[in-house]
C-alpha cells in the first residue's frame, strides 16, 4: 500500500531543510507576519544558560546593593537615621500620590496602577 502524498511531503520537507538545518514555521491565518525561525537544541539550551547567567548577576547586584544600602544606614548616627526614615516615608507618600493623580487624570495610568 503506498502512499503519494505521504512521500511528496517528506520530499518538500527534506528539500526545504537541507539548505539550513532549520525549519520556518509561517502562520497560516496573518498573511502579513514574519516567518519565526525556530533555532537547533544546543542554540536554545546555550540561549537559556546565557539568560539563566544574566538573571544571576541581576540578583548578586541587588543584593549587593541592599547590603550596602543596610550598612550605610547602620552606621550614621540616631538623628540621621530617624531623618533617613522620614525621608524615605516623604517619598513613599509622595510617590503614592503621584501615582494617584496620574491614576485619576488619564486612562493609561488606570490601567497601569491598578
Known amino acids: 500500500m503506498r502512499?503519494?502524498?505521504l512521500l511528496k511531503i517528506a520530499t518538500l520537507l527534506l528539500a526545504f531543510s537541507a539548505g539550513t538545518g532549520i525549519i520556518a514555521a509561517v502562520?497560516?491565518?496573518n498573511?502579513?507576519?514574519h516567518a519565526v525561525m525556530m533555532q537547533p537544541r544546543k542554540a536554545k539550551?546555550?540561549?537559556k544558560k546565557q539568560d539563566k547567567k544574566e538573571q544571576e548577576k541581576k540578583?548578586?547586584?541587588k543584593d549587593g546593593s541592599k547590603e550596602t544600602r543596610k550598612r550605610s544606614f547602620e552606621i550614621q548616627s540616631a538623628d540621621?537615621?530617624?531623618r533617613m526614615k522620614q525621608n524615605q516615608k516623604d517619598t513613599a507618600?509622595?510617590?503614592k500620590?503621584?501615582?494617584k493623580s496620574n491614576k485619576a487624570r488619564t486612562k493609561q495610568g488606570a490601567k497601569k496602577y491598578k
Request: hydrophobic share 40%; net charge positive; no cysteine.
Open 93 to 95: 507618600a509622595r510617590d
Open 27 to 29: 502562520p497560516v491565518t
Open 80 to 82: 540621621v537615621q530617624a
Open 59 to 61: 540578583k548578586a547586584v
Open 3 to 5: 502512499r503519494p502524498g
Open 97 to 99: 500620590a503621584k501615582k
Open 45 to 47: 539550551k546555550a540561549q
Open 31 to 33: 498573511e502579513t507576519a
